[in-house]
């Protein structure tokens, strides 16, 4: 089992946040800020991609590895302030009812976390095929923002169009948004596919991510979390950081390295490779964020 302390910490003056990614394992993280007292350290924990009701062979045990990941959580020494799923929760499938199931069936097992504040938003597998109903009847809005310890935090739904874009109702909403908070303010945007043009053949991009950018610029402490790539990737536009995620469920070849994003082979002998945690440091440094990441620490 992996016992390292494995974690991404966000410092910034006033709060900070920590962002988590893995499976099987215990982690200890803080959020530490010694600039001002105004704000409660805290942390949480982001699960992405967990694809219930995938059946394949590039995860045999699927039946069993959102469960596991559900343990290993709870097996943390210190809980999250919040739990945040960032998208395709669920499998995609053509059926309304089966989509509907599988929804259920993911919230069961995701109430037996013991953190109760549990976010989500929306994958293309869980919303593109019926722009979001099912998603919106099950977990509320897709689209939304909240306050916490001083951080603001903005979920941006770029999956439900089934155009990949996030469409002008969300920017206009996103400006007005933006507009209420200081340039300086610690800002934290979920979405599940990335904002920017990673690998646009392979759907690895927001056809309108560009305009979000854009409107996020302006303000000097920002960081975006993300999915849908099902592996670990960092990267920067201006002074803005994007973070992605492992999936929990199998993982995807690196950006742009073979002619189709087909999931990497199952290793029995490594069933957990591509899903371990990876230990990432980002560090409060003036206006921008030190990013360090340390070796991976797999079964």
Request: charged share 25%; aromatic share 10%.
């Amino acid at each position: 089992m992996i016992d390292r302390r494995s974690f991404m910490k966000l410092t910034a003056v006033g709060g900070g946040a920590v962002f988590i990614s893995g499976l099987y394992g215990q982690v200890q993280a803080a959020a530490t800020d010694k600039a001002a007292s105004a704000y409660d350290d805290f942390y949480f924990v982001q699960l992405s991609d967990v694809h219930w009701g995938y059946s394949g062979a590039a995860n045999p045990d699927a039946l069993n590895t959102f469960k596991k990941t559900v343990a290993t959580v709870n097996a943390l020494e210190v809980q999250p302030d919040f739990i945040i799923f960032t998208g395709d929760l669920t499998h995609t499938t053509d059926d309304p009812k089966e989509r509907r199931k599988r929804m259920a069936e993911f919230k069961e097992i995701a109430a037996g976390l013991k953190v109760k504040t549990l976010r989500f938003i929306p994958g293309e597998h869980d919303a593109s095929l019926d722009n979001g109903a099912a998603f919106k009847e099950n977990f509320g809005p897709s689209n939304y923002v909240f306050d916490h310890k001083g951080v603001h935090f903005i979920a941006l739904d770029n999956v439900s169009d089934p155009g990949a874009s996030i469409g002008d109702a969300q920017l206009d909403w996103l400006k007005n948004d933006l507009a209420k908070q200081a340039k300086d303010a610690r800002i934290v945007v979920f979405t599940h596919r990335p904002l920017f043009d990673l690998v646009p053949k392979w759907d690895w991009s927001t056809r309108d991510g560009d305009k979000a950018i854009a409107l996020l610029t302006p303000y000097s402490n920002v960081t975006v979390f993300y999915g849908h790539i099902h592996q670990e990737h960092h990267h920067m536009t201006g002074q803005i950081a994007h973070h992605a995620a492992k999936s929990l469920i199998f993982p995807l070849p690196a950006p742009g390295s073979q002619d189709k994003r087909t999931p990497l082979p199952w290793d029995a002998a490594a069933p957990n490779k591509g899903l371990g945690f990876r230990e990432v440091e980002a560090e409060r440094k003036d206006s921008e964020y030190k990013i360090v990441e340390l070796p991976v620490t797999r079964t």
